[in-house]
């Protein structure tokens, strides 16, 4: 194949999975609506865990699409059904849920599961393009997908279909993450390593406190704030006033501005830049970032109810694994 076939190539499998995404797309807002939300809703009372489970391509988006729920907010985990058929069935309890996924609604290996879902009564959710499948006849749910063309030139290899399996797994995991109200901070305990955890990772977890904090009060003489400046060793200081509230800061820059007059006759309410910006103990990390690159400085202090708590230095960042 010549490079621009190889290229043409490509151009038509996106093509063929995005017509596959759209006819999903309409669906949703259609004939599959109520499966969807009916899902949704049954998941979202489960007492136990989400039982994915799927073989061949199905097994492998379902091994994915299980990781998602997990990780957001939906205890889940994936469970092969030819291993089911041969012990594994004693890891879903009548508490659990199961999501069977099939493209033909025929998998053979599924009987084993599908049975004992049946005999003990354990809800069953349906993600097939079969509506009359033994494993459609079989869910108390179905989520019926468009059978669409697959990017396969000879119709055979998994593609498009692969892909609304991941879209529709993904569409309900992040429904009910919105319909819980998961936030940031649940989202960090299912991901405390790499960057994404240090992302999610609050100021207050990072920031400089008590004794180590550069403050002085508005009276304070220049000479000595300029020492407190050298002894912290931020390169900045943060003005108070008399009832604790930080009113201004003082940066080497401020110094620089001022540095052809006598300092010994300033005070830190002479020098200081008013309403610097600062950032709440909540804020997340990556927030920080954005702030810093935004108004070009390498530190912010951090705030409770106007009164400085702590600072947090660019380097303390980039030190946690953020950015």
């Known amino acids: 194949m010549s490079n621009s076939e190889i290229i043409n190539s490509a151009v038509r499998t996106i093509a063929t999975e995005k017509k596959g995404l759209a006819t999903l797309e309409r669906s949703l807002d259609g004939e599959m609506a109520v499966s969807f939300l009916a899902a949704v809703e049954m998941f979202a009372k489960l007492s136990g865990r989400l039982i994915v489970t799927g073989m061949g391509k199905s097994g492998h988006i379902g091994s994915k699409i299980a990781a998602t729920f997990a990780s957001t907010g939906t205890p889940a985990f994936f469970v092969h059904p030819a291993e089911a058929n041969h012990g594994d069935l004693g890891m879903i309890t009548r508490n659990d849920a199961i999501l069977a996924m099939s493209w033909s609604g025929e998998t053979t290996e599924l009987k ?38 697959e990017a396969c030139p000879m119709g055979l290899a998994p593609t ?60 304070t003489s220049m000479t000595n704030a300029v020492k407190l400046i050298t002894e912290k060793g931020f390169g900045c200081i943060g003005a108070t006033d008399a009832a604790g509230q930080l009113i201004g800061i003082i940066t080497d820059g401020d110094l620089r501005r001022n540095f052809d007059q006598d300092m010994s ?12 910006k600062v950032i709440a103990t909540s804020a997340l990390a990556s927030t920080a970032v954005a702030m810093l690159n935004e108004i070009k400085v390498t530190t912010l202090f951090v705030t409770d109810g106007g009164k400085p708590v702590g600072l947090i230095h660019m380097h303390d960042l980039l030190k946690a694994g953020v950015a």
């Open 160 to 219: 498009t279909s692969a892909v609304l399996q991941l879209v529709v797994g993904d569409a309900l995991a992040i429904a009910l993450l919105e319909a819980r109200g998961f936030s940031p901070a649940d989202f960090k305990n299912f991901h405390p390593g790499g960057q994404l955890g240090a992302n999610l990772t609050q100021i207050g977890e990072l920031m400089h406190k008590g004794d180590e904090l550069p403050l002085a009060d508005v009276d």
């Open 265 to 276: 006759g300033l005070k830190v309410g002479d020098v200081m830049s008013i309403n610097p």
């Open 112 to 149: 084993g599961i599908l049975a004992y879902s049946r005999r003990f009564n354990i809800p069953l959710v349906a993600l097939t393009s079969i509506a009359d499948s033994s494993l459609a006849r079989e869910a108390d749910i179905c989520l019926i997908l468009p059978r669409e063309e």
